[in-house]
């Protein structure tokens, strides 16, 4: 199992998103479903990357549904549902995100355009602000 996570894990890192999700799908079916949320996670990238965004959001969900207070894995949900249009679901990830990890540049950001997307022009400008505090 750790030969196909970590040969995964090289074939993501140079595009190749078909040969890893084959990898990661393998070690799903080897590692017990309590450990698989490495796999999950990653494999939903690759699902992303090939415009699979039904089969990312499973694995997203899947993986949550092991650890759900992942701050990670929530931002990447909330870019699949924002890709599908779901921007009210998109927003409350990356709530969650921010409740249980804190402020960071990527869900600020987010927040604002997703802000941006709802008419809350305030709020995003808000939201800018507070990233450039954290990172000037």
Do not use: M
Not at 95 to 103: F, I, K, M, S, T
């Amino acid at each position: 199992t750790d030969f196909h996570h970590n040969r995964a894990l090289c074939l993501r890192k140079i595009s190749r998103w078909q040969e890893a999700i084959d990898d990661y799908t393998t070690s799903l079916q080897l590692l017990p479903a309590e450990s698989n949320f490495k796999a999950l996670f990653n494999r939903s990238i690759c699902f992303d990357k090939i415009g699979q965004i039904e089969l990312a959001l499973n694995d997203s969900n899947a993986a949550l549904s092991l650890q759900p207070e992942h701050t990670g894995c929530l931002l990447n949900r909330a870019l699949l549902w924002e890709k599908l249009g779901k921007i009210e679901s998109s927003f409350n990830d990356v709530e969650e995100a921010l409740q249980v990890g804190g402020l960071s540049v990527p869900l600020l950001l987010t927040r604002a355009r997703l802000h941006g997307k709802l008419n809350n022009i305030d709020a995003a400008a808000y939201d800018l602000f507070e990233a450039l505090q954290l990172q000037p």
